[in-house]
Structure formats: C-alpha cells, structure tokens
C-alpha cells in the first residue's frame, strides 16, 4: 500500500518565502531609513552567527562521512585515483572560469560595503562601532604570499584551535585548509583500521554528518528571516542601488556556470571520454530536471544513477563515481563561492593580489570537498572562503538574496561534472583495461 507524501503549498516553500521577505523588506527599508535598518539589523547578524556556528563541524563530519563512505583504501585503488583526477582537475578550471570572469566583469561596487558602515556610525550617533570593526585592508592576508606559506597552513600545528574563531583578533580561525587537511588524513586513517572498528567508527560519523545536516537545514529555514533584515539594514541606509549591483553579480556567476556547463564540460565528454554531449545530456534530462527543481545533489542521485546506466555506464563504475561525486566534486559550487569572494572583496573596495587570489582558488576547492550536497549548502560554505582572505561576512546577506537561482543553477552543474566524470572514468577503465563500460 503505497502512501501518497503530501506536497507542501507554495508559500511554505523555502525559496518562495526568501522571496517574499525581500519583497518586504524593499518598502520597509525605504520608508522606515536608518531607523527601521537599526531596529532589523541584529536578527541579521543573529542569523550569521547561526551560519558560522555549524560551518566547522559540518565541513569536518562530511569530509571524514565521505571518506569512510569509500569503504577500504584498497577499493580507491586505481578507480578512485582517476575518479579524484577528474573532480580535481574540473572543479580546479570551473573555478579559474569564475576567476577570469571575476577579474574581467568586475561586477562590485567599489565601496558600497563601506558606505554601509559609515551609515551605520553615523546613524548610531556614535564612533565606538567604527573603533571596533578594523577597515577591510586591515583584515586582508599578507600581500606576498607564498606557496610555501599555503602548505603550512594546510597542516595545523593545533586542529582543534585551527576550529575555532577568534572574537579578538578577526585574522585567526578557522584555519580551514588545516580543517579540511586533518579530515581528509583522519577520514583515511579510520580506513586503515580493522574491520570491526572501521565500521564502527564509519557509522558513527556518517551520523554525526546526517546530524549536522538536520541542524543545517534548520538554521536555513531561518533564512527568510536573516535575509528581511539583512536588507532592511541594506535598504534603510544605501538606498536601492545595491540591486544593480546585484544584478552583474548574479550574470557574471551565471555567465561562468555556463561557460563552464555548456563549453569545457562538454569537450572534456567529446574529447576524453570520447561521448557526445548531447545525446548524453538528453538522457541526463530527468537527473539534470532533479537537481534543477531540488537544488540537492543528494536528492538528484538516485535519478542520476538511474539516467547515466541507461546512457550506457556499468554500474561498476557508477555504483563508486557518483555518490562520491554527489559528496565531493562541486564543480558549481567552487566557482560560485570564488565569483563571490571576488565581488565582496569589490564591494569592500579591496584589490586582491595574486596571491591572495590563489588562496581564493586554494580554499574555495577545498571548500567545496566539504560542502554537504543539501540546499544553500555553498552560502554555508562561503563564510570559510571570505575568512580566509580576511574579509567581514556582513556582506553575505545581500547575496544571500539572490542565492536560490544561483544555487539551482550550481547543483545543476555539479550535477551534470559528476555524470561526465562517470563517462571519463568508464573509458579511461576500458582503454586501461579496466573492464568496459
């Protein structure tokens, strides 16, 4: 006896709620100015606060859950090499793609996060605030950054205060590549246990994971309330020139998720796993259509397991390529979040160097390794890529705002890299003499 899930209306849904307080807050900050921005503001800051308190745990938990979820180190063997080759190499040029596009379009208005807080003292009548919050350059790394410098953050002298942040001094933690470097090396070494403990062990953080994804889920169904007034805040003291601003923003991350989609993903499918595209990503549609509607990897892989098989890949292949795709390789995320940090830098009227530009690419691949495959899990994620190039997460809430289409769109993506990288891993079996496809 089946039983029938009932769907839920139109305005209990999350995007349709994010909408409709942004339409709220429009006319609240203009009429209500300065007053009603200061009346708003703190459950704004409330909500990041939220944000930052499950970043750590989350990041930890679902990296070390992936890692375990691979079952033995054997198994990785040869498959899981050129299946981590793959996500690397792919979420490595999708984010350089966001990176030129960034640098190219500069979609940020010099100084527009500036002008919010000089608002901000102003209207509090007071300069106790402007004392406290350090200027943007001030928050920023060092400018001659150096590789040798990157590795040594990668490796935490101390990983548990490398997860923790710092009140008093906002240049320290979370360290997150030292973060993401102590889960990837403790997630391998739960492997290398006997059986009994491994399994153990593995089940206890694959809990610890669906934990935090509850918690997660939570703390983003309070998005609508965050994003009210993190735009009455916006709106009450910079006018409504900010959404212009938000517009190129949303075009240049939708300009690169294309590129990306529709021109290096598609010749990686032409050229090396020697398919052509098109019939593939029809026979993706229902899974692509899934990720679209659901804005969750892990919602869209059962349909994709279902669509890639009948596209003609064993399920050899997909069975171990795409749940760790759907965990791991986040071609659309990683871009996102480095189109993102680029445009707040902007906006904060801060030039990145090169260097520090590197520790973007750097952070924002190692980001998405841990970025749980749920809704709005990138905006989580986001919070680590600006902590470390030093930059204020207040601006967080004004592309908070627009952050449901773009999340559609990056899932799809992710979505789509992860069927790819299962017709490229098939035929590298097969000319490897893996075993055909």
Not at 253 to 273: D, N, R, S
Request: a negative charge; hydrophobic letters at 50%.
């Amino acid at each position: 006896m089946s039983v029938e899930v009932k769907k839920k209306p139109w305005f209990a849904q999350l995007q349709w709620q994010i909408l409709m307080a942004m339409g709220l807050a429009l006319p609240v900050g203009v009429l209500g100015g300065p007053d009603a921005a200061e009346a708003v503001g703190w459950l704004g800051d409330l909500f990041l606060r939220l944000l930052k308190m499950v970043v750590v745990p989350l990041i930890f938990f679902s990296i070390v859950a992936g890692v375990t979820g691979v079952g033995s180190l054997k198994r990785v063997g040869r498959l899981g090499g050129k299946t981590l080759v793959y996500y690397i190499l792919t979420s490595t040029l999708a984010i350089l793609t966001g990176l030129l596009l960034a640098n190219a379009v500069h979609p940020g208005d010099e100084g527009l996060f500036e002008r919010l807080r000089t608002a901000d003292v102003q209207n509090q009548g007071t300069q106790t605030q402007k004392t406290e919050q350090a200027e943007p350059a001030d928050l920023m790394l060092e400018k001659d950054l150096k590789v040798s410098d990157l590795l040594f953050r990668m490796v935490p002298e101390n990983p548990i205060e490398d997860m923790v942040y710092s009140e008093d001094d906002p240049k320290r933690g979370p360290n997150v590549l030292g973060v993401i470097f102590f889960a990837l090396l403790f997630g391998a070494c739960i492997l290398a246990l006997k059986q009994e403990s491994k399994e153990r062990l593995s089940s206890v953080f694959e809990t610890l994971f669906g934990v935090m994804m509850i918690m997660t889920d939570w703390i983003i169904r309070t998005a609508p309330i965050g994003v009210f007034a993190l735009l009455v805040r916006v709106v009450g003291t910079t006018g409504l020139g900010a959404f212009a601003t938000l517009g190129v923003y949303m075009l240049t991350v939708l300009g690169a998720l294309a590129l990306h989609a529709f021109v290096t993903l598609p010749l990686i499918c032409l050229f090396v796993a020697r398919r052509n595209p098109w019939p593939y990503v029809r026979a993706l549609g229902p899974a692509l259509a899934t990720a679209f509607s659901t804005a969750s990897s892990n919602a869209a892989l059962p349909v994709t397991l279902d669509s890639v098989e009948r596209a003609g890949i064993s399920n050899r292949v997909t069975s171990f390529v795409l749940p760790l795709g759907a965990t791991i390789n986040m071609d659309g995320t990683a871009l996102y979040e480095c189109v993102a940090v680029l445009f707040l830098a902007q906006c904060y009227g801060v030039d990145l160097s090169l260097g520090q530009q590197m520790v973007v690419v750097m952070t924002a691949l190692l980001a998405s390794v841990g970025a749980a495959g749920i809704p709005h899990a990138g905006l989580v994620m986001m919070s680590i890529v600006l902590t470390a190039v030093g930059l204020p997460l207040e601006g967080m809430g004004v592309i908070l705002a627009v952050d449901r289409i773009l999340d559609m769109c990056r899932t799809t993506t992710n979505v789509w890299s992860d069927a790819i990288g299962a017709a490229v891993v098939a035929r590298l079996e097969e000319s490897g003499g893996g075993g055909t496809a």
